[in-house]
């Protein structure tokens, strides 16, 4: 692939590109042309392709090859790797599952994976991790995901399909066009817009949002976080607690019943559950009105005011939207569930620019109608092990194999899990309650990892097997709701011994019986072309042509037509009887039958306020003062490419920077850019802090992803020296209901760090030795097969 400076296109989940390159060298990214607002991310592209943290070779954990699966699995994180062969490291991998299968079946096999890994659709890592088991005879999985897990689980009981968490909102088009007031819990946070599973050709989010403002809409904030909502929307900020969302909306909704300002003809006609959610509302169940009073007393809205934007959205054509991170959190189900209601209260669900909606900003494609055929998507076939379980209770199935569970309905035992397989994700950045992840991490007898670098998923690993990146490769790029499909040209050759995790599996397949079966007889092209070809076929039976796959490929896009004017449940609206919601009613459930079955204390029938575990009101606010918000960074996606330079610029002395108020920061002789440790009974990190009055008192603002470097690896309760928040995060289901990650829902206290700093070491390898235990030499590097 050498040769004079050239561009080849590409594309990634922060934006399509051109990569410029010289003797295969990438030495610039350009966005594409058609972009308004490239990310930021970008530029780090060609930092993390080279970066010294990549995997240079098949590496296996130096006590799991000397004793065996099982016999040292508390080393992990501290032992030293040796390189191997990619010859003896397929072969131990294929040994070790043939083991592991014949012992205990294939539900002792974990095939994890949780995460975005590639843009492009066929090298998708979990995809093709998940063809390659089910292959093999299946495994345990997963179900939902780490974003919205718990609304996934509680919209299908309220309105019939999890489609509006997932983006299956109402346009842009039409809040232009309609909507007089829109009120956003937790705001519309542009910076998360950056990104877009599958890759974006068009950030617009912020176009978007300015043409809604100058078409007139008035904005209002609620969030504890003044920059969760651009500064040119002018919004009025209701600065509220953390997860006290739900007890705001409530006393919203109070206020409208009680002046007469609520819809009851729709409430009637389109809900079931009214009546006993209005009881509950008005205090009739429990002897407590949700008033204004009520509500103030726990967000710390002055009621004057939550009162003042009751009658401002019943005088409005009002939109009711909540962010993802809002159900990230102790009993996340009823935020979603409470903005519904307030939308039915109100009475505009259906109507043009009203009603409610969810994840405005909080990826790119958030706000566009989706195309009307199927993205490609590389097939995994069925999973012929009927074992999953809750995407986010993974710590609880390694500490409690065979334990008892509940989800959703269902009572379910957790598998007993031997081997862990991951490929495209890393757990050590977004699993919460990072030491007790430690702590889990040791119960399998084997770990195997693909990774391009050494991230600390891969540290805590027995055997990686060295991946390559998308620049790497050929694949096809594709987002259900951007209007182009990417030609993502291979753009430089792989670095070091890295291969394609497909290439990876069509070997293993082959030791293990299966290639045919799972190539299908295609490469890496024969699938790539085969893909865009079902594509075609599916797009051309709703009338859209594409064109033919060599001309796709020689201009490195294809266009989809635009298309917009869609109203959320206008259907629903129009015709309630015809065209009835997925519910057991066929209607809006504010009180839901099935839920009431369930029993659960946790997730009552009808939208509640429960007191969380940990929250400013708490008892424990005591010890720890400030309410954690491990919102998402600006800076790299989840924790992709925290390597690179748009990253590490923002690190303060090395560490992940957060935010206080500046009060916060003065009790306790706090400085901007002091180094501080963040800790509680989970854990502690150092991180930087920058003094800002966006942030609300008794709230630490501190993103997530800064790559985990325990000061002593493989310890339980090593200080973080880097600022991973997930150290001190809490790890428990929203309900038993969802499941779901509660993130939010976490308590620290800050003071200042003394003494020397420690080194941040996560950027480098980890030791690597000879089979002898002297350091490794790269001076004659392997060809990969």
Same mark, same amino acid.
Request: charged share 20%.
């Given at each position: 692939?050498?040769?004079?400076?050239?561009?080849?296109?590409?594309?990634?989940?922060?934006?399509?590109?051109?990569?410029?390159?010289?003797?295969?060298?990438?030495?610039?990214?350009?966005?594409?042309?058609?972009?308004?607002?490239?990310?930021?991310?970008?530029?780090?592209?060609?930092?993390?392709?080279?970066?010294?943290?990549?995997?240079?070779?098949?590496?296996?954990?130096?006590?799991?090859?000397?004793?065996?699966?099982?016999?040292?699995?508390?080393?992990?994180?501290?032992?030293?790797?040796?390189?191997?062969?990619?010859?003896?490291?397929?072969?131990?991998?294929?040994?070790?599952?043939?083991?592991?299968?014949?012992?205990?079946?294939?539900?002792?096999?974990?095939?994890?994976?949780?995460?975005?890994?590639?843009?492009?659709?066929?090298?998708?890592?979990?995809?093709?991790?998940?063809?390659?088991?089910?292959?093999?005879?299946?495994?345990?999985?997963?179900?939902?995901?780490?974003?919205?897990?718990?609304?996934?689980?509680?919209?299908?009981?309220?309105?019939?399909?999890?489609?509006?968490?997932?983006?299956?909102?109402?346009?842009?088009?039409?809040?232009?066009?309609?909507?007089?007031?829109?009120?956003?819990?937790?705001?519309?946070?542009?910076?998360?817009?950056?990104?877009?599973?599958?890759?974006?050709?068009?950030?617009?989010?912020?176009?978007?949002?300015?043409?809604?403002?100058?078409?007139?809409?008035?904005?209002?904030?609620?969030?504890?976080?003044?920059?969760?909502?651009?500064?040119?929307?002018?919004?009025?900020?209701?600065?509220?607690?953390?997860?006290?969302?739900?007890?705001?909306?409530?006393?919203?909704?109070?206020?409208?019943?009680?002046?007469?300002?609520?819809?009851?003809?729709?409430?009637?006609?389109?809900?079931?559950?009214?009546?006993?959610?209005?009881?509950?509302?008005?205090?009739?169940?429990?002897?407590?009105?949700?008033?204004?009073?009520?509500?103030?007393?726990?967000?710390?809205?002055?009621?004057?005011?939550?009162?003042?934007?009751?009658?401002?959205?019943?005088?409005?054509?009002?939109?009711?939207?909540?962010?993802?991170?809002?159900?990230?959190?102790?009993?996340?189900?009823?935020?979603?569930?409470?903005?519904?209601?307030?939308?039915?209260?109100?009475?505009?669900?259906?109507?043009?620019?009203?009603?409610?909606?969810?994840?405005?900003?909080?990826?790119?494609?958030?706000?566009?109608?989706?195309?009307?055929?199927?993205?490609?998507?590389?097939?995994?076939?069925?999973?012929?092990?009927?074992?999953?379980?809750?995407?986010?209770?993974?710590?609880?199935?390694?500490?409690?194999?065979?334990?008892?569970?509940?989800?959703?309905?269902?009572?379910?035992?957790?598998?007993?899990?031997?081997?862990?397989?991951?490929?495209?994700?890393?757990?050590?950045?977004?699993?919460?309650?990072?030491?007790?992840?430690?702590?889990?991490?040791?119960?399998?007898?084997?770990?195997?990892?693909?990774?391009?670098?050494?991230?600390?998923?891969?540290?805590?690993?027995?055997?990686?097997?060295?991946?390559?990146?998308?620049?790497?490769?050929?694949?096809?790029?594709?987002?259900?709701?951007?209007?182009?499909?990417?030609?993502?040209?291979?753009?430089?050759?792989?670095?070091?011994?890295?291969?394609?995790?497909?290439?990876?599996?069509?070997?293993?397949?082959?030791?293990?019986?299966?290639?045919?079966?799972?190539?299908?007889?295609?490469?890496?092209?024969?699938?790539?072309?085969?893909?865009?070809?079902?594509?075609?076929?599916?797009?051309?039976?709703?009338?859209?042509?594409?064109?033919?796959?060599?001309?796709?490929?020689?201009?490195?896009?294809?266009?989809?037509?635009?298309?917009?004017?869609?109203?959320?449940?206008? /259907?629903?609206? $129009?015709?309630?009887? *015809?065209?009835? =919601?997925?519910?057991?009613?066929? %209607?809006?459930? !504010?009180?839901?039958? #099935?839920?009431?079955?369930?029993?659960?204390?946790?997730?009552?029938?009808?939208?509640?306020?429960?007191?969380?575990?940990?929250?400013?009101?708490?008892?424990?606010?005591?010890?720890?003062?400030?309410?954690?918000?491990?919102?998402?960074?600006?800076?790299?996606?989840?924790?992709?490419?925290?390597?690179?330079?748009?990253?590490?610029?923002?690190?303060?002395?090395?560490?992940?920077?957060?935010?206080?108020?500046?009060?916060?920061?003065?009790?306790?002789?706090?400085?901007?850019?002091?180094?501080?440790?963040?800790?509680? /009974?989970?854990? $502690?990190?150092?991180? *930087?802090?920058? =003094?800002?009055?966006?942030?609300? %008192?008794?709230? !630490?603002?501190?993103? #997530?992803?800064?790559?985990?470097?325990?000061?002593?690896?493989?310890?339980?309760?090593?200080?973080?020296?880097?600022?991973?928040?997930?150290?001190?995060?809490?790890?428990?289901?929203?309900?038993?209901?969802?499941?779901?990650?509660?993130?939010?829902?976490?308590?620290?206290?800050?003071?200042?760090?003394?003494?020397?700093?420690?080194?941040?070491?996560?950027?480098?390898?980890?030791?690597?030795?000879?089979?002898?235990?002297?350091?490794?030499?790269?001076?004659?590097?392997?060809?990969?097969?």
């Amino acid at each position: 692939m050498t040769g004079g400076r050239r561009r080849v296109p590409h594309s990634s989940h922060w934006g399509a590109f051109a990569a410029e390159v010289t003797a295969d060298r990438l030495v610039a990214v350009h966005p594409h042309p058609d972009d308004p607002e490239p990310a930021e991310l970008l530029a780090s592209i060609p930092d993390a392709l080279d970066s010294p943290a990549r995997v240079a070779a098949p590496s296996v954990r130096r006590g799991w090859l000397e004793h065996g699966p099982g016999a040292t699995s508390d080393r992990r994180g501290a032992d030293p790797f040796v390189e191997v062969s990619w010859d003896e490291a397929l072969d131990l991998v294929a040994a070790e599952l043939t083991r592991v299968r014949a012992e205990h079946g294939n539900a002792a096999i974990f095939g994890g994976s949780y995460g975005w890994s590639s843009a492009g659709r066929f090298h998708h890592a979990k995809t093709q991790l998940g063809r390659f088991l089910n292959g093999f005879g299946g495994c345990t999985g997963q179900v939902h995901n780490y974003s919205y897990a718990a609304a996934s689980a509680i919209l299908p009981h309220v309105v019939g399909t999890a489609g509006p968490t997932a983006g299956e909102v109402t346009s842009w088009d039409v809040l232009e066009e309609h909507t007089g007031l829109w009120v956003m819990f937790g705001g519309t946070p542009v910076k998360n817009a950056q990104v877009e599973a599958g890759g974006v050709v068009r950030h617009d989010a912020v176009e978007r949002l300015r043409a809604i403002h100058a078409a007139g809409t008035e904005f209002v904030l609620v969030s504890p976080l003044r920059d969760d909502a651009p500064d040119f929307l002018d919004a009025q900020w209701l600065a509220v607690r953390p997860n006290t969302d739900t007890a705001l909306m409530l006393g919203l909704a109070h206020t409208l019943v009680v002046e007469g300002r609520h819809d009851e003809e729709f409430l009637t006609r389109y809900c079931t559950g009214w009546d006993r959610f209005r009881a509950y509302l008005l205090g009739e169940t429990d002897g407590r009105a949700k008033s204004a009073d009520w509500a103030a007393r726990i967000a710390d809205v002055p009621a004057p005011d939550i009162v003042a934007l009751a009658r401002r959205m019943a005088a409005h054509r009002t939109l009711i939207s909540a962010t993802w991170s809002l159900q990230r959190a102790d009993h996340g189900e009823q935020p979603f569930w409470m903005a519904i209601a307030l939308a039915a209260v109100l009475g505009q669900i259906g109507l043009p620019g009203g009603g409610f909606g969810f994840a405005y900003g909080d990826a790119a494609s958030i706000g566009h109608r989706r195309y009307p055929f199927p993205a490609p998507a590389l097939p995994t076939g069925p999973n012929p092990t009927d074992s999953w379980i809750p995407v986010a209770r993974i710590v609880d199935m390694l500490l409690n194999p065979g334990g008892g569970y509940d989800f959703d309905g269902e009572r379910r035992r957790y598998p007993d899990i031997r081997l862990v397989y991951w490929a495209g994700g890393n757990p050590f950045h977004h699993h919460q309650d990072l030491n007790r992840l430690v702590e889990g991490w040791r119960r399998p007898e084997t770990v195997i990892v693909h990774e391009p670098w050494w991230t600390p998923t891969a540290r805590y690993a027995d055997i990686v097997l060295p991946a390559t990146t998308t620049l790497e490769r050929n694949d096809l790029g594709a987002s259900s709701r951007d209007r182009f499909l990417l030609a993502m040209h291979q753009v430089v050759p792989p670095r070091g011994q890295a291969r394609n995790d497909h290439d990876i599996f069509v070997d293993l397949a082959g030791r293990l019986g299966f290639r045919e079966t799972f190539t299908e007889g295609r490469d890496e092209l024969g699938w790539i072309r085969h893909l865009y070809a079902r594509t075609r076929t599916a797009a051309a039976g709703q009338g859209i042509t594409l064109p033919d796959f060599d001309t796709f490929w020689r201009d490195g896009q294809a266009e989809i037509p635009a298309s917009g004017g869609r109203v959320l449940l206008g /259907d629903f609206r $129009a015709d309630p009887v *015809g065209r009835p =919601l997925r519910t057991p009613s066929g %209607r809006i459930e !504010l009180w839901s039958q #099935t839920i009431a079955d369930f029993g659960y204390d946790d997730c009552p029938p009808h939208p509640a306020w429960l007191e969380p575990r940990e929250w400013l009101g708490a008892d424990l606010a005591t010890r720890y003062p400030l309410h954690l918000v491990s919102n998402q960074p600006r800076t790299r996606l989840h924790g992709q490419l925290d390597m690179g330079r748009v990253s590490r610029a923002s690190k303060i002395e090395g560490r992940e920077p957060c935010r206080m108020h500046p009060a916060d920061a003065a009790e306790r002789g706090i400085g901007d850019g002091d180094v501080v440790r963040v800790h509680n /009974d989970r854990g $502690a990190c150092l991180a *930087g802090v920058r =003094l800002d009055p966006a942030v609300r %008192r008794g709230v !630490l603002q501190l993103s #997530t992803g800064a790559w985990y470097d325990p000061l002593r690896p493989g310890v339980l309760g090593a200080l973080d020296v880097h600022g991973n928040a997930n150290t001190l995060t809490a790890d428990h289901g929203t309900s038993r209901l969802g499941q779901g990650p509660s993130a939010h829902s976490a308590l620290v206290e800050v003071e200042v760090f003394t003494g020397p700093l420690p080194p941040i070491t996560v950027f480098e390898p980890p030791p690597l030795v000879g089979r002898s235990g002297r350091p490794a030499n790269h001076d004659q590097e392997e060809s990969a097969p």
